[in-house]
């Protein structure tokens, strides 16, 4: 095997004898050789690596960007089932709402509203509290709204580091893969392809997982998130219509009261 300064390397240490022997001039009994056709890796089929071949050959930082991958795949899956059971599926049972608000039936009111997903917790307060002044009543509601957003919005944020790291890992198992590719040309030189590709194989492995986890859950991240802004749009226009009714009713019910002029 060709070595650095254009040297030979023995490959196999039993041989070294009869290298030894060749080198010196002289012809020893048994030559161990080792026969290849260069040609004959042209002709055979591609090897088809399975996909924890693949992971392997990437290294330590591949794991870790599958692992980010799945991390992040269980949050999405999450942020699913979570906003689903918070969407309100049943707004068109507002106007029902308003009709028992103005029969004077909040209980029943109430009842509409329980089954109204994370609305129940918006327009139950303002139900209990519907004689308080318009701004009190906007007040509860804001107040409502900003204590569902953390459960509204929670994980994204975490999505956003994992977007964000995936790459960058691709981008180190890239740097620690050339640098593995350049100490085997140091070492052993360039004269056997195999030597030098298992770091060429780790640094585009891990760019081709970084930006596999990221495209993916960058594009799911930005789908939960307009769900999520949807959903808190709903809620505020949902007790901006309560609280409307509510005070609407009460004015109405003032001028009746009123004696004319």
Not at 14 to 21: D, E, H, M, T, V
Not at 89 to 113: C, M, N, T, Y
């Amino acid at each position: 095997r060709k070595a650095p300064g254009g040297g030979l390397r023995v490959s196999d240490a039993k041989a070294r004898g009869a290298a030894l022997a060749l080198q010196a001039g002289k012809a020893p009994e048994l030559v161990p050789l080792y026969l290849f056709d260069p040609e004959a890796k042209l002709r055979e089929a591609p090897e088809h690596k399975t996909f924890l071949e693949v992971v392997r050959a990437g290294g330590s930082i591949a794991w870790i960007i599958l692992g980010l991958g799945l991390l992040g795949l269980l949050l999405v899956l999450e942020r699913i089932v979570s906003l689903l059971r918070l969407s309100n599926w049943r707004s068109r049972f507002v106007p029902g709402v308003h009709e028992r608000l103005e029969a004077g039936d909040a209980e029943g009111a109430k009842g509409i509203v329980a089954s109204m997903g994370a609305a129940r917790e918006v327009l139950t307060p303002l139900i209990d509290n519907r004689h308080e002044r318009r701004g009190a009543l906007e007040e509860r509601a804001s107040e409502a709204v900003l204590r569902l957003m953390p459960r509204i919005e929670r994980s994204l944020t975490l999505l956003g580091v994992i977007v964000t790291v995936a790459p960058l890992l691709g981008l180190l198992g890239t740097v620690t893969g050339m640098i593995s590719t350049f100490d085997v040309i140091t070492t052993h030189g360039t004269g056997d392809p195999k030597l030098l590709s298992h770091g060429i194989s780790e640094a585009l492995i891990t760019t081709e997982f970084g930006l596999a986890v990221a495209v993916p859950l960058l594009l799911l991240r930005s789908f939960v998130s307009r769900w999520a802004d949807r959903l808190v749009e709903g809620l505020q226009t949902q007790a901006l219509a309560l609280i409307n009714g509510i005070c609407g009713r009460r004015e109405v019910a003032a001028r009746r009261a009123s004696p004319l002029k």
